[in-house]
């Protein structure tokens, strides 16, 4: 007989994240996770609260997954590596988006990513300010983009053009979309997924620009 490894709260947030992964919040339980370990739910209370703090787990979980900057790090570069893991992480695990930032009890993880973020911008020589600013636009951009590519109408294998071909787009009615299907799209190999980089490239250019501002 196989024994199985001791329970742990590590244990039980892998097993929610496993849950989360396969059947979105609305199926992170306590009983759903008890199942998933192959334990009774009232088991997970000597490492978990209760709900709310499974889904704190959670939160951290994922933050804890991102790549974080040091301090020193030029702040360009440090803030586009740290887009891109989030980018990733999210990606993979679509149900962090509407919780990351919802809870009120943030863990370890969360603090310490949120503080080594800030002090890279502060220690770059943003002030305060600006540095609550660049932290909030960089991730609207980041989770609105993962939000709209995780809904796209056709997934990174099909393509964009394999989409646009399945319908007409007359150019007198619609020139613009017309044009930028031929200038863009059609025998392009384009990728959606390219305009990420792009995207924040003109946010850290305002950025940056703002942060000269500053210091003349």
């Keep these: 007989m196989v024994e199985r490894p001791a329970l742990d709260r590590s244990r039980v947030i892998t097993a929610a994240v496993g849950t989360a992964d396969r059947g979105g919040l609305a199926k992170v339980s306590m009983r759903n996770v008890g199942r998933e370990l192959g334990v009774e739910a009232m088991s997970l209370y000597h490492h ?3 709900k709310e703090d499974l889904l704190d787990g959670l939160a951290d979980w994922i933050f804890a997954g991102i790549e974080l900057p040091t301090l020193d790090d030029p702040w ?3 803030m ?3 887009a891109a893991s989030a980018r990733d992480v999210l990606s993979q695990h679509p149900w962090a988006l509407g919780l990351i930032e919802s809870r009120s009890s943030p863990g370890p993880a969360l603090l310490r990513h949120h503080d080594t973020v800030l002090g890279c911008l502060r220690r770059n020589g943003f002030p305060v300010a600006l540095a609550a600013h660049a932290f909030s636009a960089i991730d609207s951009y980041v989770y609105g983009f993962v939000l709209t590519e995780l809904n796209l109408p056709f997934t990174p294998d099909e393509g964009a053009e394999g989409f646009v071909a399945d319908f007409v787009l007359p150019a007198d009615e619609y020139p613009h979309l017309a044009e930028l299907v031929t200038e863009l799209v059609v025998g392009k190999e384009y ?4 305009e990420f980089t792009y995207g924040l490239a003109l946010l850290l250019d305002q950025l940056e620009q703002r942060l000269a501002a500053q210091r003349t």
């Design 76 to 78: 360009r570069r440090a």
């Design 80 to 82: 586009t590596d740290r």
């Design 191 to 194: 990728a959606y997924g390219d």
């Design 48 to 50: 978990v609260a209760g």
